[in-house]
């Protein structure tokens, strides 16, 4: 394997082929529209893409036309507030709304690696205020390191590639969590039950644990350590802002890929877990049963969702919730042995296969976040020989 050489330069070591400009040398720079000046009524037969981030659309996608904000694909949109400094390169042509800004090119390049760059290497951290946003003469003198454009397209495939199987996976995910509700409300949504089925509350169905209060069981410095599942974490993951407790919480407490987690106040949701080992906060509920497979107390509890987000809603208090009581007035409806293996066949391959699809697009996203700042900083080099398949 041939060795990296690297040099020094005013952002730092890169490879010694590689080159650094500003942005503005690179890209011509313009600020998106006011969207309530955007002018719809023209050329209806073309769809653009408005991506709107503010706090009642934000990243709603809105479609219309308007020629005064109008931009082609391969262009990269920044964000100025909010998630400041997020970059994203445009495949298809769109309208540029207020709090964007549009990095066009002025010569060959790839954006799907500059958006990465900017994405990886620029830091807008001190641009996140309600007041402060990002300009275009701020961006325009950022520094970025760049290889020829060969090695640029193939480090973009590789990203690329994988994002679009993580996004395929995304969509698959989707597809079959419909299937599987759509299937679920079709059996047991029934007037007349079967003589021969039965009724019984949410809460005999399956086990609500309740999560502790996990403050109470610091992760001391330099100690192993089970991220904390709170809300935050049942709605976007773990982050470097998660907390962590010590391995000492009782193993009941312990959550594992595929159990189902209900948070029962504030925001509720009910997921099947794929994000890795953690700890049990208070204000989840981790849902099993000895008795009844997974399918059937996961898309029962998800049945009642709205109406415990309504009772939530109701609570004279500042983070709405439901009590254990709602659990018992919930009342689910039990087939008969025969009619639950039919729908018993039919429906725990769905969730076994939405556990699998989420476990291999968390594995795809840790591969692209490892190799993400290697191939942006030259540490891994992509060989541009060989010819580039589409």
């Not at 952002?11 to 942005?23: F, R």
């Not at 408005?50 to 659309?57: A, D, F, I, Q």
Request: hydrophobic residues 35%.
């Amino acid at each position: 394997m041939k060795k990296i050489r690297f040099k020094q330069t005013e952002i730092g070591m890169i490879p010694e082929d590689w080159e650094v400009k500003k942005v503005e040398d690179l890209f011509q720079i313009f600020a998106g529209g006011d969207l309530s000046k955007i002018d719809f009524s023209e050329n209806k037969s073309k769809e653009y893409r408005y991506r709107v981030y503010s706090n009642s659309l934000k990243d709603k996608g809105l479609y219309g036309f308007s020629k005064n904000y109008q931009y082609e694909p391969e262009c990269i949109t920044i964000t100025g507030r909010g998630d400041v400094g997020r970059a994203e390169c445009r495949r298809e042509p769109f309208n540029a709304i207020v709090r964007l800004l549009v990095l066009k090119p002025k010569k060959e390049v790839s954006c799907y690696f500059f958006a990465s760059f900017i994405n990886i290497k620029l830091d807008f951290s001190y641009i996140g205020s309600a007041v402060n946003q990002l300009t275009a003469p701020e961006i325009s003198q950022r520094l970025i390191a760049f290889p020829s454009i060969e090695e640029q397209k193939r480090i973009a495939k590789i990203l690329s590639d994988l994002d679009s199987k993580i996004e395929l996976n995304h969509k698959a995910r989707e597809n079959l969590e419909a299937i599987g509700l759509a299937l679920f409300n079709k059996w047991f949504n029934i007037d007349d039950i079967p003589e021969n089925w039965q009724t019984k509350p949410l809460d005999e169905i399956a086990e609500y644990l309740n999560g502790l209060p996990l403050q109470k069981y610091p992760a001391g410095e330099d100690e192993e350590y089970l991220p904390v599942i709170k809300i935050r974490e049942l709605r976007n993951g773990i982050s470097d802002q998660t907390e962590k407790a010590n391995l000492e919480i009782p193993e009941d407490y312990i959550i594992e890929d595929g159990d189902v987690l209900f948070s029962w106040s504030g925001t509720l949701e009910v997921e099947i877990w794929t994000n890795g080992k953690g700890a049990l906060n208070q204000h989840l509920f981790k849902v099993s049963s000895k008795e009844y497979p997974k399918w059937f107390y996961y898309y029962w509890t998800k049945h009642f969702l709205q109406k415990f987000r309504h009772i939530a809603k109701g609570k004279a208090t500042t983070m709405g919730h439901i009590q254990r009581h709602n659990l018992t007035e919930s009342e689910v409806i039990i087939p008969d042995k025969n009619a639950f293996e039919d729908r018993n066949k039919i429906m725990s391959p769905i969730v076994e296969r939405l556990i699998t699809i989420s476990l291999e697009s968390r594995n795809l996203e840790r591969i692209r976040d490892l190799l993400l700042p290697k191939l942006m900083s030259g540490k891994i080099r992509v060989p541009v020989e060989a010819k580039l398949l589409n």
